[in-house]
């Protein structure tokens, strides 16, 4: 019952009127009276911000804002692979025998996710890790290695919540939200990164202008909170064993190691 009831909340509130006028609100001049507020409220760290808090002049502007440069340190290690989120760590898991990774107790198809079994089969066996960004979060996703795009791909339409409630009650939200996927070929094999729409806006923006992208480079940035999945092949990655989950992470810092 309460599965229903959320679900068609959401269906009520998530079509092409309030997303559009959520979209034009965020980008208007009135909204910038919102974004000392939305500061506050979320605690957000005002000395990391390039820039001062008057010099945004809407709140979506707030929302992509930029670091200074020091405010993220890159690990630098040949073998590493970073975090490309600031994010909470939702969960890290393998992607089983059919394809299929379990988040919240519910299965998730990576064939649905990536648009076809093809696709799947290369992160039969590996490691899947899933980053959830709330609104208080830097919004600027970056690569989590040294390497090349392969192919980038769009799928889905509409966008439901993404946080615990999402993954808890919703309908396979990772798998049919709209999502932008990047395939990147680095020294340990292939990784897939998945940018998963949030809920109303599906704004995923790409920011980086060559397919060789260095390890910290931004690549892209979301316009409200959501989620980035990252696949590894089978043998290609090592977790870091001290990671935890639910645990917050920053872009930059260690999450595994080239196999």
């Known amino acids: 019952m309460k599965q229903a009831i959320y679900r068609t909340l959401i269906e009520l509130t ?5 997303s559009s006028i959520l979209y034009k609100f965020a980008r208007s001049k009135m909204s910038r009276f919102l974004i000392k507020p939305f500061s506050k409220t979320y605690r957000i760290n005002e000395d990391e911000i390039k820039g001062d808090l008057d010099q ?57 996710m990536l648009g076809g079994v093809e696709e799947a089969e290369k992160y039969k066996g590996g490691t899947y890790m899933i980053f959830y960004l709330s609104p208080s979060h830097y919004h600027r996703i970056h690569s989590p290695v040294d390497g090349q795009v392969k192919r980038q791909w769009t799928l889905g339409k509409k966008s439901y919540p993404v946080n615990k409630w999402g993954l808890t009650l919703g309908k396979d939200t990772l798998s049919k939200n709209y999502r932008k996927i990047s395939e990147i070929q680095y020294d340990g094999g292939e ?69």
């Not at 897939?192 to 931004?218: C, H, P, W």
């Not at 870091?240 to 080239?258: M, S």
């Open 14 to 18: 998530n079509g092409r009127m309030t």
């Open 56 to 112: 945004f002049h809407t709140l979506h502007e707030f929302f992509i804002r930029l670091l200074k440069e020091d405010a993220r340190p890159i690990h630098q290690g040949e073998d590493t692979i970073i975090s490309p989120v600031d994010a909470m760590i939702e969960d890290i898991g393998m992607v089983d025998s059919k394809h299929v990774i379990t988040v919240k107790e519910k299965d998730y198809s990576i064939a649905e």
């Open 191 to 259: 990784l897939a990164m998945v940018k998963v729409g949030a809920m109303f806006v599906n704004s995923i923006e790409r920011t980086y202008q060559n397919d060789s992208l260095k390890k910290g480079e931004e690549v892209a940035y979301f316009s409200f909170g959501s989620t980035v999945i990252l696949l590894f092949q089978k043998d290609a990655f090592q977790l870091v064993p001290t990671i935890q989950f639910p645990a917050p992470i920053k872009v930059g810092e260690v999450i595994g190691h080239i196999v």
